[in-house]
Each structure stands twice: as C-alpha cells, then as structure tokens.
C-alpha cells in the first residue's frame, strides 16, 4: 500500500485531484442502506448522509460516517507528498469533499459533506479535529434536550467555525483561509436547513 500511495501522490495534480473527487463520490449512505428496501435519497431529509441513515438505523448509521469520513482521509492520504505547497493539500480534501456533495452516483447530488470534511481534517489537523467533534457531540446532547430544531446543522455548522477559529489562532492567515473555503462550501449545503431554522424562530 505504501508504494501505491507513493505512485498516485508522484501523479500531476490534476489526474490527483480526479481521484480525490472520485472517491469523495462514493455514496456510502447509499451502501449501508443496501438490503433494506429503502432509497435514503426518498426517505426523512431526503439527504444522503449520516444524519439520514440515523433515522433509520444507529448501526449502519456508524458504519455510514465511517465510510464517507474514510474516504476523506484515504483521499488526502493518498495524493498528499511531503513538501507540497500547504494550497494543493487543501485542494485535495476540497474535492473529495465536492465529490461527496456533487456525486455522479447520485445525479450530481449528495450530502452535506461534514463527515468527509471530517476525515480530511482527521489527517491535516487531528488535534483541532478532536476538540471540534467533542464540541459536535456536547452540541448534539444539549440540542437534544432542549428540542432545537435541526440541531444536528447547528452543531455541525459550530463545530466547524470552531476547526476554522482555531486554525486562525494556532495555524495563521492561510490555514484560516483555506478552512474558511471548505466552511462556506458546508455552509452552503445546509441552506434548506437554515431556511428550516428561520422558519422555526419566525413561527415563535
């Protein structure tokens, strides 16, 4: 595997930034729903995620998030080499990321792209990585609680302005920057979800 890994990262860019978009586009939700009958696409949000196949299943669930988080890793793992310029490294996590997002699996449609945004962080920055997904978790519980509506974007949404906080205070302008993109990119993803948010404090 580490000479594969080597082959694909000694690749241009671009044909790695391919492969980066083409395993972001697996659609492991999609997988982990095999056997039941069911096309997550139709069924609660309709959304392609964790937070969907949650609905229905704790265990495929988990092994939903381990997929679409792997592939995020796997990817930058991949097509990463040392000494690259810290732009190209962010442009891979970036595709596999749209790729999750945009899948040709599924129309050029997809998730959110939180878990595969995830995984990419899990190999960039595993130290701010961990602090985010305590704070997801304790956001989770606490919106749980006090019955948020769509708590499980305000968690997300929080969790990654905290990644990209800390990149600003401990990794500098750049870093911020370019986790700022991929921020936006998830931010963008759950529009209907914030449409959901303002309708719900209107309605108050």
Known sequence: MPDFQAFVSGLPVWPRLALCFALGSIPFAVIT???TG???TKFGSGNPGFNNVLRYSKWRAVLCLL???GKGLLAIWLC???GEPLAWRWAFGIAAVLGHCFSPFLGFDGGKGVATAAGVM???YPKYLAVAVAWYVAMRIVG???????????ASVSAAILFVGMLAVFEGA???LLGFALLVLVAWRHKKNFQTIAGAARAR
Not at 144 to 154: D, F, N, S
């Open 174 to 176: 750049s870093p911020a």
């Open 33 to 35: 729903m095999w056997g």
């Open 144 to 154: 749980g609680k006090l019955a948020w509506t769509e708590r499980g974007t305000l």
């Open 67 to 69: 997929g679409d988080a």
């Open 38 to 40: 069911i096309d997550i």
């Open 80 to 82: 990463s080499q040392p």
């Open 122 to 124: 899990l190999y960039a």
